[in-house]
């Protein structure tokens, strides 16, 4: 049975509608992505779910004691106290109960009349009916569950813990129904993970706005696309979903070809005069009209963001070179010892948690800050446009076109001069959108005005910082295309393990032994990492024999015991090598991640484990027989 049912629901802020007839349904423990493009009705349509927002037509069915909670794209300015405090804010009416309750024993305390006694004892009845009573305890459940520290202020918290903060509180009432919009700005990879994997076990149904394709497979068991005031319903997952899409797309094209040609044939038959009058057909005149009405009633697909890079003259071959530097701030070191060279052409990304000095390294790396130690060189003819530097110049006061223009009429783009207002238009600013103040500007409109005033700057080395936030899938793909195709240097700053994996050819990684290079994306930093630390443990493992080696050898020839053991070696490494096999074919297969982590966990650790045994077991193996071998000849 069906938590929340949405019937014909409509929505207007204007023509054509936001929402037009939208029905669907949430389902028990489902996990539901929202996708579409920016300005689509997404955040909106989770306002409507909510009961925050009443649409302008159409019914919203809440089975009763459904509870929802919602999490909110923007982290409120306005938000002050403790953790603690905060998550209590998410109580709603059982908080303003659990006030009213203290408040009632504070007038008992102060007038210990009948009126006292009676109020206290109706708020303590009121809380007896709701198991008001264990709120305290809730409120700590979550709190330990999220590794959240109570009594910290709020204000003093990175973007990340804010975000956690903000979940905790949606969490606290443990709604039937859970709603989160863009869950993942903000938070650095591991978090991101973390979040991914306590969804996966919570137990409640989803519904999310994301741009995070990593995070969007991994969650979705439904996908509901936003289209020019339509939802088209796709079961399965994003693979699916884009095969569906494309063929939609596609059906779509083939029917409005068909319905204009159509059309024109019926305009030219209309217009051919008196003869044609003589011997009109009125029914194919009405049918005509409703022709006209539909066509002009008809919604096309928002454009594409049309994305150009204005390179210039190549720098030289040695962007940037670095010689044994750390960085130091205060008492705290961010990195130390760290040399490389980024050749022109190199697409750097950089990884690591929030506030362990990424934006720190990318300062020391184009010389706005000295290093504590060591020496930084820049290369030559480099054009540097920094994405980071934007977001401060952007005035929220000024229009959209007064913010990109500074007063020019044309800016260049790959060498041609083009009208701003065009300019603009390529990146989906309507002529009455250019106009408008970027303090209305959503969070994609924003990151597109971002993006637009870097491509009009003339580069050959590109440096961004988080430049995916709020942009949506498909301008995403484009941005991707852009960047993989630019031939000058890129150093990138993103927690959008997909977009890493599409952009960039190295990475330098904050990991616990320092600030590393890899070869390759994300991914391959991961595979990589887990290849070392296979290593390191075999080395390990190898001294350890090794050591065995020289003590057994000392010995003439096999004991009792070393006979036994040499006999039933075999059967154990063959043993061993089934199990790994097995685990190896579990690991391989992309459904098994979808079960519980804690049980991938568990299978990868008692993969190493086994490799240990049989490394051990080979090696045993290799020094008897060996031994054995000697004595014998």
Same mark, same amino acid.
């Given at each position: 049975?069906?938590?929340?049912?949405?019937?014909?629901?409509?929505?207007?802020?204007?023509s054509?509608?936001?929402?037009?007839?939208?029905?669907?349904?949430?389902?028990?423990?489902?996990?539901?992505?929202?996708?579409?493009?920016?300005?689509?009705?997404?955040?909106?349509?989770?306002?409507?779910?909510?009961?925050?927002?009443l649409?302008?037509?159409?019914?919203?069915?809440?089975?009763?004691?459904?509870?929802?909670?919602?999490?909110?794209?923007?982290?409120?300015?306005?938000?002050?106290?403790?953790?603690?405090?905060?998550?209590?804010?998410?109580?709603?009416?059982?908080?303003?109960?659990?006030?009213?309750?203290?408040?009632?024993?504070?007038?008992?305390?102060k007038?210990?009349?009948?009126?006292?006694?009676?109020?206290?004892?109706?708020?303590?009845?009121?809380?007896?009916?709701?198991?008001?009573?264990?709120?305290?305890?809730?409120?700590?459940?979550?709190?330990?569950?999220?590794?959240?520290?109570?009594?910290?202020?709020?204000?003093?918290?990175?973007?990340?813990?804010?975000?956690?903060?903000?979940?905790?509180?949606?969490?606290?009432?443990?709604?039937?129904?859970?709603?989160?919009?863009?869950?993942?700005?903000?938070?650095?990879?591991?978090?991101?993970?973390?979040?991914?994997?306590?969804?996966?076990?919570?137990?409640?149904?989803?519904?999310?706005?994301?741009?995070?394709?990593?995070?969007?497979?991994?969650?979705?068991?439904?996908?509901?696309?936003?289209?020019?005031?339509s939802?088209?319903?796709?079961?399965?997952?994003?693979?699916?979903?884009?095969?569906?899409?494309?063929?939609?797309?596609?059906?779509?094209?083939?029917?409005?070809?068909?319905? *204009?040609?159509?059309?024109?044939? @019926?305009?030219?038959?209309? %217009? /051919?005069?008196? !003869? &044609? $009058? =003589? #011997?009109? *057909?009125?029914?194919?005149?009405? @049918?005509?009209?409703?022709? %006209? /009405?539909?066509? !002009? &009633? $008809? =919604? #096309?697909?928002?454009?594409?963001v049309?994305?150009?890079l204005?390179?210039?003259?190549?720098?030289? !071959?040695?962007?940037?070179?670095?010689?044994?530097?750390?960085v130091?701030?205060?008492?705290?070191?961010?990195?130390?010892?760290?040399?490389?060279?980024?050749?022109?052409?190199?697409?750097?990304?950089?990884?690591?948690?929030?506030?362990?000095?990424?934006?720190?390294?990318?300062?020391?790396?184009?010389?706005?800050?000295?290093?504590?130690?060591?020496?930084i060189?820049?290369?030559?003819?480099?054009?540097?446009?920094?994405?980071?530097?934007?977001?401060?110049?952007?005035?929220?006061?000024?229009?959209?076109?007064?913010?990109?223009?500074?007063?020019?009429?044309?800016?260049?783009?790959?060498?041609?001069?083009?009208?701003?207002?065009?300019?603009?238009?390529?990146?989906?600013?309507?002529?009455?959108?250019?106009?408008?103040?970027?303090?209305?500007?959503?969070?994609?409109?924003?990151?597109?005005?971002?993006?637009?005033?870097?491509?009009?700057?003339?580069?050959?080395?590109?440096?961004?910082?988080?430049?995916?936030?709020?942009?949506?899938?498909?301008?995403?793909?484009?941005?991707?295309?852009?960047?993989?195709?630019?031939?000058?240097t890129?150093?990138?700053?993103?927690?959008?393990?997909?977009?890493?994996?599409?952009?960039?050819?190295?990475?330098?990684?904050?990991?616990?032994?320092?600030?590393?290079?890899?070869?390759?994306?994300?991914?391959?930093?991961?595979?990589?990492?887990?290849?070392?630390?296979?290593?390191t443990?075999?080395i390990?493992?190898?001294?350890?024999?090794?050591?065995?080696?020289?003590?057994?050898?000392?010995?003439?020839?096999?004991?009792?015991?070393?006979k036994?053991?040499?006999?039933?070696?075999?059967?154990?490494?063959?043993?061993?090598?089934?199990?790994?096999?097995?685990?190896?074919?579990?690991?391989?297969?992309?459904?098994?991640?979808?079960?519980?982590?804690?049980?991938?966990?568990?299978?990868?650790?008692?993969?190493?484990?086994l490799?240990?045994?049989?490394?051990?077991?080979?090696?045993?193996?290799?020094?008897?027989e060996?031994?054995?071998?000697?004595?014998?000849?």
């Amino acid at each position: 049975m069906s938590l929340i049912s949405l019937k014909s629901i409509e929505l207007n802020y204007g023509s054509p509608s936001l929402l037009y007839d939208i029905t669907l349904s949430i389902d028990a423990k489902e996990r539901i992505c929202l996708l579409g493009r920016n300005g689509a009705g997404k955040s909106s349509l989770l306002k409507i779910i909510q009961g925050d927002l009443l649409p302008d037509s159409g019914e919203v069915i809440v089975k009763n004691g459904i509870q929802i909670s919602r999490l909110e794209q923007e982290v409120p300015n306005n938000l002050n106290g403790t953790i603690y405090s905060i998550v209590f804010q998410g109580l709603d009416k059982l908080g303003m109960l659990i006030n009213e309750h203290k408040k009632a024993i504070q007038n008992l305390e102060k007038n210990q009349s009948g009126d006292t006694y009676k109020k206290l004892e109706k708020v303590q009845q009121k809380l007896d009916s709701v198991g008001g009573w264990n709120i305290e305890q809730k409120v700590l459940k979550i709190l330990s569950r999220l590794n959240l520290n109570f009594n910290s202020e709020f204000s003093s918290l990175s973007g990340g813990i804010k975000r956690r903060v903000l979940l905790a509180r949606s969490l606290v009432l443990e709604p039937d129904v859970l709603l989160l919009d863009e869950p993942t700005n903000h938070l650095d990879i591991d978090s991101i993970e973390w979040l991914e994997e306590f969804l996966k076990t919570y137990n409640a149904s989803l519904v999310f706005i994301t741009h995070d394709r990593t995070f969007l497979k991994s969650l979705a068991t439904k996908i509901i696309e936003i289209d020019r005031g339509s939802v088209f319903i796709y079961e399965g997952d994003y693979k699916n979903y884009l095969l569906s899409r494309d063929k939609r797309w596609n059906d779509e094209k083939t029917e409005s070809e068909l319905f *204009n040609k159509k059309l024109a044939k @019926e305009e030219i038959w209309i %217009r /051919q005069g008196i !003869k &044609a $009058r =003589r #011997t009109r *057909n009125e029914g194919r005149v009405r @049918e005509l009209k409703k022709l %006209r /009405q539909k066509y !002009k &009633a $008809r =919604r #096309t697909h928002q454009g594409t963001v049309n994305i150009a890079l204005s390179e210039v003259k190549k720098s030289g !071959k040695i962007v940037i070179e670095s010689n044994n530097v750390s960085v130091t701030i205060g008492e705290k070191c961010l990195f130390k010892d760290f040399s490389c060279v980024i050749e022109r052409g190199d697409k750097i990304g950089i990884i690591g948690s929030n506030g362990v000095g990424k934006t720190s390294l990318i300062k020391v790396l184009l010389g706005q800050i000295n290093p504590s130690k060591g020496h930084i060189t820049i290369g030559t003819r480099l054009q540097i446009a920094y994405f980071d530097q934007l977001r401060n110049t952007l005035n929220e006061n000024s229009t959209v076109l007064d913010n990109l223009s500074d007063g020019r009429e044309f800016v260049e783009v790959q060498n041609s001069k083009k009208h701003v207002i065009g300019y603009l238009q390529d990146f989906l600013f309507s002529p009455e959108r250019i106009r408008t103040p970027v303090s209305a500007l959503s969070g994609g409109e924003k990151s597109r005005l971002l993006l637009a005033k870097l491509f009009a700057q003339k580069a050959n080395v590109l440096v961004m910082d988080e430049p995916t936030n709020d942009l949506d899938v498909e301008t995403l793909e484009l941005l991707e295309e852009r960047l993989q195709s630019f031939k000058g240097t890129l150093i990138l700053v993103s927690h959008d393990r997909y977009f890493l994996n599409q952009v960039i050819t190295r990475c330098f990684v904050f990991e616990e032994s320092g600030l590393n290079h890899y070869i390759g994306g994300y991914d391959d930093w991961i595979i990589q990492r887990l290849d070392e630390n296979k290593i390191t443990k075999r080395i390990n493992q190898s001294t350890k024999n090794t050591f065995n080696v020289k003590k057994i050898q000392v010995r003439t020839k096999l004991s009792y015991n070393e006979k036994r053991i040499l006999e039933s070696l075999p059967d154990k490494i063959s043993k061993i090598e089934k199990e790994v096999s097995d685990l190896n074919n579990k690991l391989s297969d992309p459904i098994f991640y979808k079960k519980n982590l804690e049980k991938v966990k568990l299978t990868k650790k008692k993969l190493i484990q086994l490799n240990i045994e049989l490394d051990k077991a080979y090696g045993e193996w290799e020094i008897l027989e060996s031994k054995m071998n000697k004595n014998n000849s």
